[in-house]
């Protein structure tokens, strides 16, 4: 669960311009379209997230309480982050490349990219450490100070109770000021 958090994390500013479903991506398509994207004020950002669904199916009620709870610790809890000028000039282009290559053994593969003035949908599919896969869809506006975005996230594994997890969440992230 740990991985697909960082994924879900990474994936904020994930967008890119028109393709059609369901068609692997390139790497480098992926990075080229990331780069036509509106690129991000320099400064410090505040993020948060909110759990709107978590359902684990076939699980007892009282394990699956207790995995609720555990998932309800991400709501709530601001995080901040200094971007600087360098990595604002970066744009996108970083974490996307990221995400392909793959962090602590999670890779993603896109599949899906629309981006309309500051609206975007991706769709993605990872795996990771023993035989864990996700699929996720991601929708919601990215600008330059500013990102609001619904996750809905898949997870399977054979180290969830059930073999099977679906969350939905709601990220924002805005620029609240010139970093420290």
């Known amino acids: 669960m740990r991985a697909v958090i960082m994924v879900v994390g990474s994936a904020l500013a994930l967008a890119a311009c028109g393709s059609e479903p369901d068609e692997p991506k390139t790497a480098d398509e992926v990075v080229a379209a990331a780069d036509k994207l509106v690129k991000p004020r320099p400064g410090l950002y505040r993020s948060s997230a909110e759990i709107v669904d978590f359902d684990i199916p076939g699980v007892a009620p ?16 601001e995080r901040t982050q200094c971007l600087t000028q360098d990595q604002a000039d970066e744009g996108f282009r970083r ?13 993603c593969e896109f599949s899906q990219f629309d981006a309309q003035g500051s609206d975007l949908d991706a769709k993605l599919t990872c795996s990771g450490p023993g035989d864990a896969s996700s699929d996720m869809t991601i929708d919601g506006t990215v600008e330059a100070e500013s990102s ?12 969830i109770p059930g073999g099977e997890m679906r969350m939905t969440m709601q990220v924002v992230s805005e620029r609240v000021g010139e970093c420290p």
Request: proline fraction near 0%; charged fraction near 30%; avoid cysteine.
């Open 62 to 77: 009282d394990q699956a309480a207790r995995m609720r709870e555990m998932a309800a610790g991400l709501q709530g809890q």
């Open 95 to 107: 974490i996307v490349r990221g995400l392909g290559e793959g962090d602590d053994g999670v890779s």
């Open 148 to 159: 609001r975005m619904r996750m809905e996230m898949r997870q399977k594994s054979a180290a």
